[in-house]
């Protein structure tokens, strides 16, 4: 039976600053309380949470073969995700991400390394195991622009999140280029930038009429879903929040798990509420989760 997730992205090596009164300001030097080093990108947590829910995922990526990027092997190992299809390459690395977090506010600074497509998408896409593909970031399928229709040809149903990227975000044929997709996921910053409309709620219908199904997350405002005319909303609960990088990526791994199993939206919803809350509890996308 068909029933695993492909997860397709880059994986970068994370630098975690947390503990911050202020964020930083040109010219002065901070200090934070405490530094993680960790494995990230989106692909990779959403592989991370649906492998720790229970479903077999596969880690469709690239990884260096630099420092950086062999000090993430024992935890891919440990995550429990299906690492058959990881392309190891001289240039795929170092890549890295320095998230810094005061509890209220993040900032980000990343660099990427090589290209996108693994060597293996050919025979991860055509893997009689595979169901689903999903697809981390907007800009891995600007760099393989037939993604979308090579997974539909292998019968996988798709998912997109469009992770923030200032460079092609606003690009006029962002959604055109998304041709294929079943499920979207933005937040509601990546929703109003990509429509034009200030108001998510008109953001979400707009997206509605591109895509058969849409999930909005809000962060601690919960998570919206829409399809056709129908819309739904989920509140999320007040937890600890240590830490809010990958707290989207496990919120999809939640939900993709509810919806490929035919849940009903509201479980959808609930579903990817509860990982998306559970990461947001420690200092790293997937560093809560117990190895496997």
């Given at each position: 039976m068909r029933s695993a997730v492909l997860s397709i992205g880059r994986i970068y090596c994370d630098l975690i600053f947390t503990g911050?009164?202020?964020?930083?300001?040109?010219?002065r030097e901070l200090f934070a309380d405490d530094l993680r080093i960790a494995a990230g990108g989106g692909a990779f947590i959403v592989a991370a949470y649906s492998a720790h829910i229970g479903r077999k995922t596969a880690l469709l990526s690239r990884l260096g073969t630099d420092g950086l990027s062999n000090g993430l092997i024992a935890e891919l190992e440990a995550s429990g995700v299906d690492l058959r299809f990881l392309d190891r390459a001289a240039d795929a690395g170092p890549q890295v991400t320095v998230a810094i977090n005061n509890g209220e506010e993040r900032a980000f600074l990343s660099r990427r390394a090589g290209g996108a497509e693994p060597a293996t998408l050919g025979e991860a896409l055509a893997w009689n195991k595979a169901r689903h593909l999903h697809i981390a970031e907007f800009a891995t399928l600007a760099e393989i622009p037939g993604l979308v229709a090579k997974a539909r040809e292998n019968g996988l149903t798709v998912s997109l999140d469009p992770s923030w990227d200032e460079t092609l975000i606003y690009q006029h044929d962002?959604?055109?280029?998304?041709?294929?997709?079943d499920l979207f996921l933005p937040n509601v910053e990546e929703a109003v930038a990509i429509t034009g409309y200030s108001d998510p709620d008109v953001a979400l219908d707009r997206l509605a009429e591109r895509f058969p199904a849409v999930a909005l997350k809000a962060g601690a405002g919960g998570a919206y879903f829409a399809a056709g005319d129908m819309r739904l909303h989920e509140n999320a609960p007040t937890v600890k929040v240590v830490d809010t990088t990958g707290a989207g990526d496990a919120f999809n791994a939640g939900l993709i798990h509810a919806w490929l199993g035919g849940a009903s939206a509201d479980i959808c919803l609930r579903e990817g509420i509860a990982m998306g809350s559970l990461a947001v509890q420690a200092a790293g996308g997937a560093a809560i989760l117990p190895p496997r």
């Amino acid at each position: 039976m068909r029933s695993a997730v492909l997860s397709i992205g880059r994986i970068y090596c994370d630098l975690i600053f947390t503990g911050l009164e202020t964020m930083p300001v040109l010219g002065r030097e901070l200090f934070a309380d405490d530094l993680r080093i960790a494995a990230g990108g989106g692909a990779f947590i959403v592989a991370a949470y649906s492998a720790h829910i229970g479903r077999k995922t596969a880690l469709l990526s690239r990884l260096g073969t630099d420092g950086l990027s062999n000090g993430l092997i024992a935890e891919l190992e440990a995550s429990g995700v299906d690492l058959r299809f990881l392309d190891r390459a001289a240039d795929a690395g170092p890549q890295v991400t320095v998230a810094i977090n005061n509890g209220e506010e993040r900032a980000f600074l990343s660099r990427r390394a090589g290209g996108a497509e693994p060597a293996t998408l050919g025979e991860a896409l055509a893997w009689n195991k595979a169901r689903h593909l999903h697809i981390a970031e907007f800009a891995t399928l600007a760099e393989i622009p037939g993604l979308v229709a090579k997974a539909r040809e292998n019968g996988l149903t798709v998912s997109l999140d469009p992770s923030w990227d200032e460079t092609l975000i606003y690009q006029h044929d962002f959604l055109d280029r998304c041709e294929g997709v079943d499920l979207f996921l933005p937040n509601v910053e990546e929703a109003v930038a990509i429509t034009g409309y200030s108001d998510p709620d008109v953001a979400l219908d707009r997206l509605a009429e591109r895509f058969p199904a849409v999930a909005l997350k809000a962060g601690a405002g919960g998570a919206y879903f829409a399809a056709g005319d129908m819309r739904l909303h989920e509140n999320a609960p007040t937890v600890k929040v240590v830490d809010t990088t990958g707290a989207g990526d496990a919120f999809n791994a939640g939900l993709i798990h509810a919806w490929l199993g035919g849940a009903s939206a509201d479980i959808c919803l609930r579903e990817g509420i509860a990982m998306g809350s559970l990461a947001v509890q420690a200092a790293g996308g997937a560093a809560i989760l117990p190895p496997r």
